[in-house]
Nanobody, 122 residues
């Protein structure tokens, strides 16, 4: 079974930076689409960024220019570098592995991590 373990969350002031990591196991390989989602209390889960099997990234409008997604296939690890953080970035961030094409609204062929909390204070 696929297992995804996020880490790197914490509390920072607005304008600060965090780097999230997601270690994948259980058959996840470079052909997967890897994604970051986030969910704030009372809000729906929203896509943040993706990186496809070719290494091509994509970002939600809210984070474009501030966040960078990357992966290290040799280490089976996905990263999300978050710079210029804003209070509205406060959420639990989830790693997702899609054994199919990247999509902002995955339904099938998707595995989720436990999540890591990010709090940005003003």
């Amino acid at each position: 079974q696929v297992q995804l373990v996020e880490s790197g969350g914490g509390s920072v002031q607005a304008g600060g930076s965090l780097r999230l990591s997601c270690v994948a196991s259980g058959g996840v390989d470079s052909t997967y689409c890897m994604m970051w989602f986030r969910q704030a209390p009372g809000k729906e889960r929203a896509g943040v960024a993706y990186i496809d099997q070719h290494g091509n990234p994509g970002y939600a409008d809210a984070v474009t220019g501030r966040f960078t997604i990357s992966k290290d296939n040799a280490k089976n690890t996905l990263y999300l570098q978050m710079n210029s953080l804003k209070p509205e970035d406060t959420a639990t961030y989830y790693c997702a592995a899609l054994n199919f094409l990247c999509t902002w609204r995955p339904k099938d062929n998707v595995s989720w991590g436990q999540g890591t909390r990010v709090t940005v204070s003003s």
